[in-house]
């Protein structure tokens, strides 16, 4: 690569923070499309002053400097309420409370549930990655069956562990007309910038809840090269997890 | 601002979560969010009576966990924002509160305790004295009142918001189920017109301007990388603390400038009947005197110290096993002759002056 192209910048949406670019993701990690396709619908909105990010513990913790917008890290699991109590509390702002699939539907489901049936006028994003990565790879609500982690290191046993969670199914069978639901997956990074922002666009309208589940990948956890880092996410992950809108204001589900 | 609520003196005879709800109006509350739980529930059901006509908000959550952190997500928006909770709901809430101290969020949390441990009773207890001033990961960076009755409920109410807003440390006030439930009489007023000045409220996030071009974004954070890192801002939370204490340190003395053999020492509403007790033994002659901790975090250290200098005895009063006997015997700690303490334990249960003075009488 000549010196010439190594100097380039790559384009970065504008509600990024520069200063903390190159960001703190392991190489190959799905978050940084995630905040990017997040961006650039924030960018597109032109929402960047109202916008205030909440982020939750876990890996989702390393996008509390991510943006040039106000930022909250919370608790693991606890991003929902706090990002809820500033709505509540200033409903002019556009809230977002991004988190991972183990603070959403594990140790935060009652927070991500109870605000969806209450249907909260925010937005939740939630990057799933099949596992727990920043304590190291343990079984998540969202493993696969037969998966192996850490914590099931023989592969998830439906019979001792349980189902994976399916989170949009569940949240939009408990919230009303009006909320948006979908999945969306980094390996489709328009289809997912084109979700988040319809759930931005939900929450601007105040017609109710949204939420977007996006299927990501964890190679660091998963020990996978790049070939099988985008299998499991196209394929295995898939099978499982259907990215689709599943519930959109205006059309009868 | 929308009409006061109150102007002039306005007495009344109610409970006293009623007059939890009418001194946050007065304190100029803009939010609470709840989750019910006895004794502390009509909290909420006098403020969601009262806040249509005031302009205020009430949010009801899925549990005090919940509670906790949209509390603390309404402070960060720049609002005057509470909650009240007791008992398992106080557990729940040391999560939340450990995040207000972390990053020094003006949290205000009335609790109205019930017996423990767990579910216990739903009547009264001072056995959340130990939860409310150290619970959590941390270090007890905190301030919480002990109110002992129905005026000081109103006072102190309007007093924590205040103190939260001016030092940025969760504040609690430490009530009961008694004080919760019992009807007293109370004096309410408009903390401007008797010169408290109120502590305006700042938005940690949402500030005007386009974060990145018209100002720098606010980044909050509780998570560090590096222990010593972590250990600067804990040591300059402990500065902040240290700088603090003296400012707002409050106590009570009763006859302790006369001569003393033993100091009754309580808190709450125990301190009503050791009050009682000590003016009842002082008209038959011993020599008693009063001592009661209003802040028990922090803790009037020297002022005990001072009084317990005095005297060979000292007898504590509480409705618990000793929770509040530690923060006296640490208080007591390190003086050249230190009293001895004579312990009148009612775990859960109401203590009478009768019960003081009986004890008082056996080891004088």
């Keep these: 690569m000549s010196e010439n192209l190594m100097s380039i910048q790559p384009s970065m949406p504008k509600c990024w923070n520069i200063a903390t670019k190159p960001h703190k993701f392991c190489p190959g990690c799905g978050h940084g499309i995630v905040l990017k396709c997040l961006g650039e619908a924030i960018d597109e909105l032109g929402i960047q002053e109202r916008v205030v990010f909440g982020c939750d513990i876990g890996c989702s913790l390393l996008a509390w400097d991510f943006f040039a917008c106000d930022t909250i890290q919370t608790h693991h699991g606890r991003t929902t309420p706090v990002m809820t109590g500033v709505k509540r509390a200033v409903p002019d702002r556009i809230v977002i409370a991004y988190m991972g699939d183990g603070g959403g539907y594990a140790i935060g489901s009652q927070h991500l549930f109870n605000s969806a049936t209450r249907n909260e006028k925010i937005t939740a994003i939630l990057v799933n990655n099949t596992n727990y990565g920043m304590t190291g790879g343990q079984m998540a609500p969202t493993t696969l069956p037969g998966q192996k982690t850490e914590t099931c290191p023989y592969g998830r046993d439906l019979e001792n562990d349980g189902y994976p969670t399916k989170g949009p199914e569940a949240v939009a069978a408990i919230t009303p007309e009006g909320a948006y639901i979908a999945r969306g997956t980094v390996a489709k990074p328009r289809d997912l910038k084109k979700y988040i922002k319809k759930a931005l666009e939900t929450q601007l309208n105040g017609t109710g809840f949204s939420f977007v589940e996006a299927l990501s990948g964890c190679p660091t956890n998963w020990r996978t090269n790049a070939a099988d880092t985008w299998n499991m996410i196209e394929k295995k992950m898939t099978e499982f997890y259907e990215p689709k809108e599943l519930k959109v204001p205006g059309k009868e589900g | ?364």
């Design chain 2, 1 to 364: 601002m929308a009409e006061k609520p109150i102007t002039g003196e306005k007495k009344a005879f109610m409970t006293g979560n009623e007059v939890v709800a009418w001194a946050a109006l007065c304190a100029g509350v803009d939010i609470m969010y709840g989750y019910p739980i006895t004794p502390q529930n009509e909290i909420m059901h006098y403020w969601t009576r009262l806040v249509p006509k005031h302009g205020r908000k009430f949010m009801q959550t899925e549990d005090e966990i919940s509670a906790g952190f949209t509390t603390l997500g309404g402070v960060m928006a720049g609002k005057k924002a509470f909650t009240a909770t007791a008992g398992p709901g106080n557990v729940l809430m040391q999560e939340s509160m450990t995040m207000a101290e972390m990053m020094r969020i003006p949290s205000v949390v009335v609790v109205q305790q019930r017996g423990g441990p767990s579910t216990a009773t739903v009547i009264y207890a001072q056995q959340e004295v130990t939860m409310t001033t150290l619970g959590g990961n941390g270090e007890g960076f905190r301030v919480v009142y002990s109110t002992a009755n129905h005026q000081e409920l109103f006072d102190y109410t309007i007093k924590s918001f205040n103190t939260a807003w001016k030092y940025r440390f969760p504040t609690f006030i430490l009530g009961d189920g008694y004080q919760a439930k019992m009807r007293d009489s109370v004096v309410m007023y408009d903390p401007e017109e008797r010169g408290i000045q109120m502590v305006p409220t700042e938005p940690f996030v949402g500030k005007p301007g386009c974060p990145g071009q018209d100002r720098a974004p606010t980044h909050l954070r509780n998570t560090y990388n590096i222990e010593e890192e972590l250990e600067e801002v804990v040591l300059q939370y402990l500065a902040d603390y240290k700088k603090m204490a003296p400012e707002i340190v409050e106590y009570e003395t009763f006859a302790t400038e006369e001569d003393c053999d033993i100091l009754l020492v309580s808190h709450g509403i125990v301190s009503r009947a050791a009050l009682a007790a000590v003016k009842t033994l002082r008209e038959q002659g011993m020599k008693v005197g009063y001592f009661r901790p209003i802040t028990l975090r922090p803790f009037p250290v020297k002022e005990l110290q001072k009084e317990a200098s005095k005297v060979g005895k000292i007898l504590v009063a509480e409705s618990a096993l000793g929770q509040f006997n530690r923060l006296v015997k640490e208080a007591l700690y390190g003086m050249d002759k230190a009293p001895q303490i004579v312990e009148l334990f009612r775990p859960g249960v109401g203590i009478t002056d009768e019960e003081i003075m009986k004890k008082t009488k056996e080891v004088l």
